[in-house]
């Protein structure tokens, strides 16, 4: 733990917490562009939040680090990555047939927020839910992606935790 308080309180840290993100994005784009495995809403949903936290260590990587700033980014980290994990969980059900939900082929946010018209190389629907591809280790993608949503929470709960101790 005391090995990584340093890293965890400077801003390699939240250069980290971007490049995962920009992976993670990158990764979705080979799948969609290279492989033609087609994004389906939910799937859309995780990027947007994956944008979220990106976006968020972004700016945190260029605000003033104090401790206070660092935990409401940190605190932003978190429920972006509670709502990645949410919504690979709900793909990962939609998959196993677990569960009554369902998926639609439009993204479903409103007009004010049009994503997928200012973007649709990234955020378009065109796809409905069915099988996500498998990853690493014989994970599917919603499995992997639950994964890395939990662990981005873990994470930022740690160094959240850090700074309210200094």
Do not use: K
Not at 149 to 154: M, P
Request: aromatic share 12%.
């Amino acid at each position: 733990m005391t090995t990584l308080s340093p890293f965890l309180q400077s801003r390699w840290y939240w250069l980290s917490l971007a490049l995962l993100g920009v992976v993670l994005l990158s990764v979705a784009l080979f799948y969609q562009y290279a492989l033609g495995d087609e994004p389906c809403q939910v799937c859309i949903h995780a990027r947007l939040w994956v944008v979220a936290f990106t976006l968020i260590a972004l700016i945190m990587l260029i605000a003033s680090q104090t401790s206070l700033l660092r935990v409401l980014g940190n605190l932003g980290v978190i429920i972006a990555g509670t709502g990645l994990f949410e919504r690979a969980r709900y793909l990962y059900q939609l998959e196993n047939g677990i569960g009554d939900g369902s998926c639609q082929f439009q993204l479903g946010m409103p007009d004010w927020f049009a994503v997928d018209r200012w973007m649709p190389w990234l955020f378009e629907v065109r796809n409905l839910c069915s099988f996500t591809p498998d990853m690493l280790f014989g994970l599917s993608m919603a499995e992997t992606l639950m994964g890395v949503g939990g662990a981005v929470c873990v994470l930022a709960l740690w160094t959240a935790t850090l700074d309210l101790r200094r």
